[in-house]
């Protein structure tokens, strides 16, 4: 069990450029979450899967966010036109169907919007 | 909406003491899931703790144990024994059995261990 894996670790872009991180659950998880955690603050829910299926979205997914997850395994979160406001630390985490079970967290991407 | 707070942005704590984090949260919700989170520096955050609101008796693992108390929806961290690996920022999370399992955190209690 090599655990949530996300890439990259860090993202510097210009303001108006578009990103996208990657996110690789435990390999039997079919739940996948996001999250956003800005500085000083706890991390705050943007958008969650269950296999391939977007199932929720925040209110905080702007329309420049875009999240998938093709055939339920990795999943990629882009956002476009970037702007100051996005620098954060975005986490994804999995977890087993069915609330009861614990989502275990990645070590996040750190985006620094310039 | 529920939302969840900690008070105490910075506590501290000598080694080998106890100390207890402090959590509310506001619902209207009867059935729930609590959480407490440990994210260490640069590290990624792992679960502490678990409680569910419908068993009265308080969550335990090792040295962390919590006070929930349904009534005043309030839900604190006690962990004894303190170690310098401790040293964190702790969150604590809420999720509503009928949702999706999305958690909802607060700001998060940075922790600081003195030796």
């Known amino acids: 069990d090599t655990g949530v894996s996300q890439d990259p670790r860090h993202k510097i872009t210009k303001r108006g450029q578009n990103v996208t991180f990657r996110c690789d659950p435990i390999?039997?998880?079919?739940?996948l979450y996001w999250y956003r955690q800005t500085l000083g603050q706890g991390p705050e829910f943007l958008t969650y899967f269950q296999n391939e299926a977007q199932l929720e979205k925040s209110r905080l997914l702007s329309d420049r966010f875009s999240a998938e997850r093709p055939k339920g395994s990795f999943s990629t979160l882009e956002i476009q036109r970037t702007e100051q406001g996005d620098s954060a630390m975005y986490l994804c985490a999995s977890s087993l169907g069915g609330t009861y079970y614990e989502q275990y967290f990645g070590p996040g991407t750190r985006l620094t919007v310039t | 909406a529920q939302t969840v707070t900690q008070s105490q942005p910075e506590m501290s704590v000598q080694e080998a003491e106890t100390v207890t984090l402090s959590c509310t949260y506001d619902?209207?919700?009867?059935?729930?899931?609590l959480f407490w989170y440990k994210q260490p520096p640069s590290r990624q955050m792992i679960l502490v703790i678990r409680q569910e609101a419908y068993k009265q008796q308080n969550a335990t693992e090792n040295r962390f144990s919590v006070n929930f108390q349904k009534a005043a929806k309030s839900f604190s961290l006690k962990i004894s024994d303190s170690q310098l690996g401790d040293a964190a920022m702790y969150f604590c999370?809420?999720?509503?059995?009928?949702?999706?399992?999305?958690?909802?955190f607060g700001k998060g209690t940075k922790l600081s261990v003195k030796p």
């Open positions: 619902t209207s919700e009867s059935d729930y899931y």
């Open positions: 999370a809420y999720r509503s059995r009928g949702s999706q399992g999305n958690l909802i």
């Open positions: 390999s039997e998880h079919n739940r």
